[in-house]
């Protein structure tokens, strides 16, 4: 007999993250978290010099740039159009000892645990009319700060929850249901992300097996979620591309989070752009020869988290599904709605890149470029699905 295949299992991913994903704003107070807020989703909140001046967490929907979605909208000229969108919510400033309550630091950080990643704005600008509540800038340090009380906040967590946990299992004995089982092998688990805690990593930066990573996903870890750094440099400095602490900062992430992203921007710049009409803005970005880096810092909460959205269009409705890259048809289906997962017989599918050949769904088809696929099909980026199930009789949906 042949020897059996050996299926290779596919790795998971930290984080649940659904269709309404959702970026938390971090950092120390007066490092331009409000205003890089007021840019990104042109709204009007509060950016006052002082410290604590958000004091409930703000929060706003912003769309995820895409050409291939606005182009779908000119094809379909459809009545309702959903693009992805990406929930940003600024959260108050922490400071040193936050995680034991110092400034407004338990609220805050309940706040950071129900976000999906962080993007975490670093000062790298020197203003004397700019108080920083350390004293001087460095960047370093405030990096370290924040790191240092997000993780001390998981482990406060997590020891509460392990001891209690390890009382349980313990007049459980050594026999058990299935249930107690899988409750020593939850605090086992837990336990090991303790000591890696304790060791002073970040949850996201362990090599977790498969079983780990659905245990650690029921906890929300602060320190599971993906972060993206935004050094906010003065206008001056984005504008000449040029920054005496961006070195320094990059060298600091490489050293301790290898592979997180980092992205130089102007709070300031950008927020200024916002206020302005148009024609004035395009005019403005020309003249410094600059363009807007926020259209790349949305993108990237979603590139972050391994994020990719397909698409449904039609005469009703153009919309954009946000999935995890290498998910299948049907779970992919079950994002509209749990019965197409639970129904699914097959996708029709077919490219963005195609449609845009072709020009129509029909030239799609007769070019032989409108497929169906079935439970096994990964769903694509940037993918045109129609789904067929059967849960409801003679009942389709796009």
Same mark, same amino acid.
């Given at each position: ?43 009007? *909140?509060? %950016?006052?010099?002082? /410290?604590?001046? @958000?004091?409930?967490?703000? &929060? ?6 895409? #050409? ?53 704005? *670093?000062? %790298?600008?020197?203003? /004397?009319?700019? @108080?920083?509540?350390?004293? &001087? ?6 990096? #370290? ?254």
């Amino acid at each position: 007999m042949p020897p059996k295949k050996v299926v290779k299992e596919e790795k998971l991913l930290l984080g649940r993250p659904s269709n309404n994903l959702k970026i938390g704003v971090v950092g120390l107070p007066n490092v331009g978290k409000s205003t890089f807020f007021n840019a990104i989703t042109n709204s009007a *909140v509060a %950016a006052e010099n002082y /410290p604590f001046c @958000t004091i409930e967490p703000e &929060e706003s929907r912003v769309a995820v740039p895409d #050409e291939r979605f606005d182009d779908l909208c000119r094809i379909y000229k459809p009545a309702s159009k959903v693009p992805a969108y990406l929930t940003v919510i600024d959260i108050a400033g922490l400071v040193k000892g936050a995680a034991s309550g110092a400034g407004l630091g338990n609220a805050f950080l309940s706040h950071v645990r129900s976000v999906d990643a962080i993007f975490h704005v *670093v000062r %790298a600008f020197s203003d /004397p009319e700019v @108080t920083h509540v350390e004293g &001087e800038i460095d960047p370093i340090r405030d990096m #370290e700060i924040i790191h240092n009380e997000l993780r001390l906040k998981d482990l406060e967590v997590l020891k509460k929850y392990v001891e209690t946990g390890e009382r349980a299992v313990t007049r459980l004995g050594t026999g058990g249901t299935a249930a107690d089982k899988e409750k020593k092998e939850e605090i086992a688990i837990l336990k090991k992300v303790l000591e890696f805690l304790e060791a002073g990593n970040d949850v996201r930066k362990g090599n977790w097996t498969n079983k780990e990573v659905e245990v650690i996903n029921q906890q929300h870890f602060i320190t599971a979620k993906t972060v993206i750094y935004l050094a906010n440099v003065s206008e001056k400095d984005y504008i000449r591309r040029k920054n005496k602490f961006l070195p320094k900062i990059k060298e600091w992430i490489d050293n301790n989070n290898p592979g997180d992203l980092l992205i130089p921007f102007s709070a300031s710049f950008e927020h200024g752009l916002t206020l302005m009409e148009p024609e004035a803005k395009a005019e403005h970005l020309k003249s410094h020869n600059a363009v807007s880096i926020l259209p790349k810092i949305i993108v990237s909460g979603y590139t972050g988290l391994r994020l990719i959205y397909f698409f449904t269009a039609g005469a009703d409705e153009v919309r954009a599904w946000t999935i995890r890259k290498g998910t299948k048809a049907p779970q992919a289906a079950g994002t509209i709605h749990t019965d197409f997962e639970r129904g699914f017989i097959m996708a029709e599918v077919f490219g963005y890149d195609s449609l845009k050949e072709f020009g129509t769904e029909a030239a799609v088809k007769a070019a032989g470029k409108y497929t169906q696929k079935g439970k096994e099909y990964v769903v694509g980026d940037g993918d045109i699905i129609f789904f067929r199930f059967n849960v409801t009789a003679d009942k389709k949906k796009r």
